[in-house]
């Protein structure tokens, strides 16, 4: 939505920045990292967004980044089909 951010997913090699109006696909269970700067120790999201209704979490003062995020489960039995001709990570930039 607004600012950059650093991405880093396990098993890519380099963290790469990620700028307003970019778009992306994790599409293969992976843990990944989004910082202001790659060397910034991480914090547990599971940590950050636990609580009944939580949504919104703001660290720092939130001036610098803004982000939206979801996730779309797919049927057990039929969604292999669309996974298992994606690659596991899909970068739109802007």
């Known amino acids: 939505v607004k ?13 790469f920045c990620f700028a307003s109006g970019d778009v992306g696909l994790l599409t293969a269970k992976r843990s990944f990292v989004l ?16 609580g009944a209704g939580r949504s919104t979490v703001t660290l ?14 797919l049927d057990p039995a039929s ?9 596991p990570w899909i970068h739109v930039p802007a």
């Open 60 to 73: 720092g003062n939130g001036d610098d980044f803004a982000q939206i995020g979801g996730h779309v489960l």
């Open 3 to 15: 600012g950059t951010c650093w991405v880093s997913i396990d098993g890519n090699d380099e963290p």
């Open 79 to 87: 969604g292999s089909l669309l996974s298992g001709v994606l690659p």
């Open 35 to 50: 910082a202001s700067d790659p060397s910034v120790v991480p914090v547990d999201a599971m940590a950050l967004f636990s």
